[in-house]
């Protein structure tokens, strides 16, 4: 473990890991098993954002998830509403990104991106409540993007290549939660209006599994930045191996809790396995 992690050493660590000017990138991180703090929280993300576009210039660009909440269909919420700043679920740097004027955000009612530099607008342009959840991904890829995992190397987090291999695949399509979930966001005319979540990506919590195949063909390669380890990949050749990893084995991703619907309650996936999942649930229901 580092004893001091600085802006020079951050700096030096994201370079070493194979960030480089004019990159793309598409990026998970938790700031905050890095190690690194600057004055308060605030200014401590501020200089992460500085940090990555100082490397990336003029000509590169990053991108995060910035998700947001969702309500059960017969539980309508109406303070659940998607808008240019609505609040993200999807960590702290999304959450301060999606504060800035300067920054763009796509507008797909559950499943935005936030981001900065050459060419982001134009990639979330058609990303809006018409588009799959996890087109976004496809845009990075074709233009030769990157994937940066900060922090995120554990048992919850996945390749960001995952929810869109499962698009291209057609899963998305199928999972149990599909039509359960709303949200209300703001129409360009400035008009409320309900959008329903017809794909959805589903538990990720097992995606740690596909990292393995990555490390086996060599297209992932693993650095620390700050005390965090972390992991920089090409994102056509991390999909193009995950995508054929899913399509050969569905399972293959399923998490360690054997009550989560989308691993154990998937038709698609488990067949007639599902039915003694549901016949657990009821037992669970009626015992309470």
């Known amino acids: ?34 190690g690194f703090f600057y004055k308060s929280r605030k200014e401590t993300l501020k200089l992460w954002i500085e940090i990555l576009m ?32 609505a609040p ?10 999606v504060k800035k004027d300067i920054a763009f955000r796509s507008k797909h ?29 496809g845009e990075i890829i074709k233009r030769g993007g990157k994937f940066v995992m900060i922090g995120t190397l554990d048992n919850k987090n996945a390749p960001q290549a995952i929810h869109y291999a499962q698009e291209q695949l057609g899963y998305t399509l199928k999972m149990p939660n599909k039509g359960l979930f709303q949200t209300y966001y703001k129409t360009e005319e400035n008009k409320i209006e309900l959008f329903t979540v017809n794909d959805y ?3 990720s919590k097992g995606g740690h599994k596909l990292i393995g195949p990555l490390v086996i ?4 390669d693993f650095s620390y930045v700050g005390n965090a380890q972390s992991a920089i990949m090409d994102g056509k050749k991390c999909y193009d ?5 899913l399509k050969n084995n569905r399972k293959m991703i399923q998490c360690a809790n054997k009550y989560c619907i989308d691993c154990y309650g998937n038709f698609y996936i488990d067949g007639l396995k599902t039915l003694p999942f549901f016949l657990l649930k009821i037992i669970d229901k009626l015992k309470k």
């Open 88 to 97: 993200t679920t999807s960590g702290a740097l999304p959450s301060f990104l």
């Open 1 to 34: 473990m580092k004893s001091e992690v600085t802006k020079d050493s951050l700096k030096k660590d994201l370079i070493e890991l194979g960030i480089k000017k004019g990159d793309l990138l598409f990026i998970s991180i938790d700031v905050f098993k890095v």
């Open 217 to 220: 063909q060599n297209e992932i």
């Open 109 to 137: 009612p559950t499943n935005s991106y936030v981001g900065l530099g050459s060419s982001i607008a134009e990639i979330f342009e058609s990303h809006n409540h018409k588009s799959m959840s996890y087109s976004v991904v």
């Open 54 to 85: 100082e490397i990336v210039g003029d000509k590169g660009g990053i991108i995060l998830p910035s998700f947001t909440k969702t309500f059960f269909r017969f539980r309508k919420d109406k303070k659940i509403l998607f808008d240019r700043f």
């Open 201 to 203: 990506g589903g538990c």
């Open 241 to 245: 191996i995950v995508k054929k990893e």
